[in-house]
């Protein structure tokens, strides 16, 4: 009876437990780590004004916020252009978009 099941249903079952492990591995890795809040420089932003903007919203200096800032975005200098997409260390409210999920992906 049971070899009659595994015969005919296999294929489901082994796509069925493949299916939940990697639910239940998805559901536990993205769990974890914080969503960081990411911004579109505008034309006038300085990292100084960036973090004046979102001062209370991170538990650091502003010193720190800008060298965080710089060392996660692998800034070079500490000018930005407007258009550049800046990580903060601000936690989202938002559930990241795939983009996000990428760009945290390539900084590691």
């Known amino acids: 009876m049971l070899s009659l099941i595994w015969n005919r249903f296999s294929y489901i079952i082994i796509l069925f437990v493949l299916s939940f492990l990697s639910a239940g591995y998805l559901f536990l890795t ?25 001062e209370g919203e991170y538990s650091m200096s502003r010193e720190e916020f800008i060298k965080w800032v710089g060392e996660e975005n692998n800034l070079i200098s500490f000018s930005i252009e407007p258009g550049m997409s800046l ?6 409210s938002t ?8 760009l945290a992906m390539n900084n590691e």
């Open 30 to 54: 993205t769990g974890s780590e914080p969503y960081y809040e990411t911004v579109t420089v505008s034309k006038g932003d300085t990292l100084w004004t960036i973090a004046e903007k979102f």
């Open 87 to 92: 990580v903060l260390p601000v936690e989202s």
């Open 95 to 102: 559930f990241p978009t795939h983009s996000d999920l990428q």
